[in-house]
């Protein structure tokens, strides 16, 4: 299976030097999970145009620094990709950003939290069970950096991961093969830390060295990849 991965948004440039893309952070989770996978990258800060969904075989979107709000030239294009994506039956993963689009393309509501930033080490709990979520425990502990968050699940959809500060923290979608999340399993906790650290302005100083007491814990992106990779092969067989 061939995954396209749009990239919505960049590592931030002063630690860009440091840290792979968005996009290779994906390959490198995902790729170790099924070696099997091959990938591709559409750019949307780029300029590059989208595809067909009905020509793809699986899509994933990434996080970005974007709000769905804010008047990117490409914003329109990416909700009408997810509405098609949905018409022609094409999987569809979404994380961070890329759940918040896919939320707000498909009739729900997504913008800034009343609660703030979400950073560090955030625990979910697992509410629903799909035939992809595999494992035995009731949480699953990942990274997240956000604002923004999905303020009103769309119709059709169930959810599958959630907490008091994330109600909507995943998402599986009953009308299309869709499933994302607003946690990061693609950022290691150095990563993470490094992103925290150049928002401490933005993020408050208290939060941020809650967010980095946090990160010392373990987390679970794997598992979550692991997730991913089960719906999407789920969704090849289907």
């Not at 630690?15 to 091959?38: K, M, N």
């Not at 039956?89 to 009739?107: E, I, N, R, S, W």
């Not at 913008?111 to 697992?126: A, F």
């Not at 699940?153 to 995943?170: C, I």
Request: glycine letters at 8%; aromatic letters at 10%.
């Amino acid at each position: 299976m061939k995954l396209t991965i749009v990239e919505t948004g960049f590592v931030p440039a002063e630690i860009r030097a440091d840290w792979p893309d968005y996009p290779a952070q994906f390959r490198a989770l995902l790729g170790a999970l099924a070696p099997e996978l091959q990938f591709e990258t559409v750019s949307l800060p780029r300029g590059e145009e989208l595809p067909d969904p009905a020509r793809l075989e699986a899509v994933l979107l990434t996080g970005s620094p974007a709000g769905v709000y804010d008047p990117e030239p490409w914003m329109g294009q990416l909700f009408d990709f997810i509405r098609w994506s949905a018409n022609a039956k094409t999987p569809l993963v979404g994380v961070c950003f890329g759940h918040q689009a896919m939320a707000h393309a498909m009739g729900g509501h997504a913008g800034k939290s009343e609660k703030g930033w979400g950073v560090g080490r955030h625990v979910y709990d697992i509410v629903s069970r799909r035939d992809w979520l595999t494992g035995e425990a009731d949480t699953v502990a990942c990274a997240c950096s956000h604002q923004d968050q999905v303020l009103t699940a769309p119709p059709g959809t169930e959810t599958v991961l959630s907490w008091d500060f994330t109600p909507y923290a995943g998402l599986a979608y009953q009308t299309a093969p869709f499933i994302s999340f607003q946690p990061h399993p693609e950022f290691s906790a150095d990563y993470a830390a490094a992103l925290h650290k150049l928002r401490r302005d933005k993020i408050g100083e208290a939060r941020v060295d809650e967010a980095l007491a946090s990160l010392t814990l373990p987390l679970e992106g794997e598992r979550m990849g692991r997730w991913i990779v089960n719906f999407l092969k789920d969704a090849r067989r289907a």
